[in-house]
């Protein structure tokens, strides 16, 4: 397995492998009418969910109270948001509709 995993990263680590993974994003892109930033973001945001997901389903209810409380220390420790509810509510309903609306293109051709 730790095999398997090196030699990925030494392939993506070739530039032709990278100028062909680039490549196809841009065609899927232009396939489904989206960005290829916005791809490439949709992939990272589904990879996210996915492993909190996972995360979720075998994580005991302390280790949540524990999670919770790092939480809560990082957000005081932050610096404050400048930003009111209800622009970081649209925000979120915007990323939140882009995000469906890609994942909706991407399953009809079967990539997700």
């Known amino acids: ?3 398997d995993v090196e030699r990925v990263i030494k392939l993506f680590q070739r530039r032709e492998t990278q100028e062909a993974f680039s490549e196809w994003i841009v065609q899927l892109a232009r396939k489904i009418h989206e960005r290829p930033e916005d791809i490439v973001w ?3 945001m589904h990879q996210r969910m996915r492993e ?3 995360k979720a389903k075998r994580i005991s209810d302390d280790e ?4 919770e409380r790092e939480i809560e220390k990082e957000l005081e420790d932050s610096e404050p948001v ?3 509810l209800e622009t970081l ?3 979120g309903e915007r990323s ?3 995000f469906k609306r890609i994942e909706v293109k991407l399953r009809e051709l079967g990539v997700v």
Do not use: G
């Open 1 to 3: 397995m730790a095999s």
């Open 42 to 44: 949709f992939f990272e």
């Open 52 to 54: 909190i997901e996972k």
């Open 64 to 67: 949540l109270e524990r999670w």
């Open 82 to 84: 400048r930003q009111s």
């Open 89 to 91: 509510m649209k925000v």
């Open 96 to 98: 939140f509709r882009k």
